[in-house]
């Protein structure tokens, strides 16, 4: 019997880290229940399960290694807009709404004041999506008016009303958009979540990365930003 619990105990942990690594494919739906509430977690507005221990812990923290970031011809995402998004590609424009309401923001103009663009596309229900976010939050922070972060919200698979508790939580400072008619999702072809773009002044992708980012991950790609 004790042998069937751990085992059980490996599977369900496994699966667990395969899904901070690799990042979410649908929308959670689990609520807050006092097992949650021990693992540290909550539950806002419905679905969105969010951290309540972010305080003391970072993304790095919670995820000592990954390797779901790509370059070259190994990191190419496959978008119906024009073929294989891949390094090197250039970026698909979008025009987005903002979460705050005022209007909408375009690719264009987030590279107008020729700065490198951080895009992050992410879910509030997703796990490795909130586990990143603190980190992301330091770095824009720490690279204000060196490189320009932007959120994207996946709307088509979220709720604004959930969207909007998770920039309040975290206390994200950059412009987070809001895509209710999947038209980032399939231009950039997100097939996990979280997914981010690295994208140069030039408009040209530099990189893509399909799951969860870690700290040092995150350097590694305002640095190579930081470099064009």
């Not at 942990?13 to 949650?36: D, E, K, R, W, Y």
């Not at 090197?88 to 690719?107: C, E, I, K």
């Not at 879910?123 to 490189?147: H, I, R």
Request: glycine share 8%; aromatic share 6%; proline share 7%.
């Amino acid at each position: 019997m004790k042998s069937k619990h751990f085992s059980t105990y490996i599977a369900s942990s496994a699966f667990i880290l395969a899904m901070a690594l690799s990042g979410c494919g649908t929308p959670s739906t689990v609520t807050s229940n006092p097992a949650s509430r021990a693992a540290g977690t909550e539950t806002i507005s419905g679905a969105t399960s969010l951290p309540t221990n972010q305080a003391g812990m970072s993304g790095a923290q919670n995820a000592a290694t990954t390797n779901s970031s790509a370059s070259g011809a190994a990191n190419a995402s496959t978008t119906t807009f024009g073929g294989p998004l891949t390094v090197g590609s250039t970026a698909p424009d979008f025009v987005l709404p903002n979460l705050s309401g005022t209007g909408t923001m375009s690719l264009k103009q987030l590279l107008s004041g020729g700065k490198p663009v951080v895009v992050n596309a992410w879910a509030s229900w997703c796990p490795p999506c909130q586990m990143e976010t603190p980190d992301l939050v330091k770095l824009a922070n720490q690279y204000k008016g060196k490189v320009q972060f932007v959120g994207v919200n996946l709307t088509i698979i979220d709720k604004v009303s959930d969207a909007k508790n998770f920039v309040h939580h975290y206390n994200i400072p950059y412009p987070v958009l809001l895509d209710p008619k999947g038209t980032f999702q399939q231009s950039y072809s997100v097939i996990a979540e979280p997914m981010t773009f690295l994208v140069s002044p030039k408009d040209k992708i530099l990189d893509i990365h399909m799951g969860m980012m870690t700290a040092s991950d995150m350097q590694q790609l305002v640095q190579l930003g930081l470099k064009t």
